[in-house]
């Protein structure tokens, strides 16, 4: 990759660049600490313009007219273009976030132009139901739902996966014919600057999506706290979600939070150790660890566990540290200095508090904010096995029998998503039923699909965003009866 074209640095609202009130912000390199560019920051007067052009164009613009098929057609000529600059959608993802180009190129920005033709698919199939019920006073009634858009979204997204998660909130929003001002991460900012000039390019008329980057308690807190904001999408940390949910409550917003994870993967005496190591090691490391559905508690048959710690320790091993842009790195850096700084203070937890380290477990002495991927043996009792981590930190954890799994499994606040290898469909069936969490794999593990549900129990979150039930999300039910 020699030559990336970075996007537009101001602000998009109303369908036009337009500078901030509030200042500037650098944008790092996580892989050397450089910094990469500059962009205009919102303040709330900014925010205030951003959300009257996403309440005009919802309440009485040009997209408050449109058809649901005319919204799907733009929602494929939006996938179209994604598509045709997958690779710049790729650079900007490994150039900011710090992950491999490949990983952003084939798993990311793929998944956002499934994620756009599958809810342009969704965009004329927004509908209600007729419901049978009994004579309204002695006269017949016809009773009947409709969906109806929920209004603005005021759509918050993390740093992790800034081309997918923002594709997520986007895609159904614009489905369900409502409109968006997004707030993207401010450590990971540049594919939404790159997604609104697409969405300018594709025709969505003024106002339907508008961007304001700038820091969480800045500009988040001003779209927070909004009055003209009829929804909150949030993706990001349990304690940011609780504010959320809190500002939301003073003025009855729908909220959707999806929230962060420590889910367990669960080995039972069966199961296939050579198959299934590359994937639960993916499952630890894949993005240097910084994905939501990240298995890191490692829970293992007593029998297997020196099996299963040598084959996800040979896993490890073969892991390259380095540049996103070669092709043989299969771990970049992690985000930034206080995150490096965090895993690694979680690391030194888990030796004070006994944990045995299997492989890993030191930053490696050069530029950018690089932690080896790491194993420890331990419980289910240690700060690593009990916080989120979002590093490349697994803990294998033995057990005894399959109670005790699920119990393990259960015992942590949680409840995004499970792992279960095993041979035994009965084994895993009943397993599956007895976890609290929004998403089982069995015997794999992957990023969430748009056509289905996704989110998390528990701390992980509330309701949920993809598919049918992403869509609804995005709509309030209103309900008709006609007495004759
Ligand atoms: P974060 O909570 O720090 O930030 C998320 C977003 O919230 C950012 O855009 C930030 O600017 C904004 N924000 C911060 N303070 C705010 C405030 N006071 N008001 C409004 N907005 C504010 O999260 P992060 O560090 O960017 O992301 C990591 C977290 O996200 C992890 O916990 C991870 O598990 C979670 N996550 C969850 C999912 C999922 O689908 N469940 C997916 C990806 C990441």
Known sequence: MTHIELPRTELFINGEWCPAKGGTFDVENPTDGSTITTLESADASDVDRAVDAARQAFDSGPWSRLTGLERGRLLNGLADL???????????????????????????????VKTFRHFAGWADKVHGATIPVPDHMGRPRLSYTERVPVGVVGAITPWNAPTMITSWKLASALAAGCTVVLKPAEDAPLVSQLLA????????????????????????????????????????????????????????????????????????????????????????????????????????????????????????????????????????????????????????SGLAEGAEVVTGGRAPARAGYFVE????????????ARQEIFGPVGTIIPFDDPEEA???????????????????????????????????????????????????????????????????????????????
């Open 82 to 112: 994604v598509e045709q600059h997958a690779e710049r959608f790729a650079a900007l993802e490994a150039l900011d976030v710090g992950k491999p180009y490949l990983d952003a190129l084939v798993v990311d920005v793929d998944l956002a």
């Open 197 to 348: 000039e697409l969405v300018d390019a594709a025709g969505f008329p003024p106002g339907v999506l508008n961007v304001v980057n700038g820091p969480g308690h800045v500009t988040g807190a001003a779209l927070t706290a909004h009055p003209g904001v009829d929804k909150l999408s949030f993706t990001g940390s349990p304690e940011v979600g609780r504010l959320i949910a809190r500002a939301a409550a003073d003025s009855f917003k729908a909220v959707t939070l999806e929230l962060g994870g420590k889910s367990p993967q669960i080995i039972f005496a069966d199961a296939d150790v050579e198959a299934l190591a590359p994937v639960a090691a993916t499952s630890v490391f894949a993005n240097s660890g910084q994905t939501c559905a990240a298995g890191t508690r490692i829970l293992v048959h007593r029998s297997r566990v020196d099996d299963v710690t040598s084959a996800l320790a040979e896993q490890a091993s073969r892991q390259r540290l380095g540049d996103p842009f070669d092709a043989a790195t299969t771990m970049g850096s992690l985000i930034n200095a206080g995150q490096r700084d965090r895993v690694m203070g979680y690391i030194e």
């Open 373 to 384: 991927p790491t194993l420890f043996v331990g419980t289910n009792e240690l700060r690593i």
């Open 406 to 484: 699920i119990r393990l499994a259960n015992a942590t606040e949680y409840g995004l998503a499970a792992v279960i290898w095993t041979r035994d469909i009965n084994a895993a069936m009943s397993a599956a039923r007895g976890l609290k969490v929004g998403a089982v794999w069995v015997n794999s593990w992957g990023a969430p699909d748009p056509g289905l549900p996704w989110g998390g129990m528990k701390t992980s979150g509330v309701g949920r965003e993809l598919g049918l039930s992403g869509l609804l999300a995005n709509t309030e039910e209103r309900l008709v009866n006609i007495v004759y």
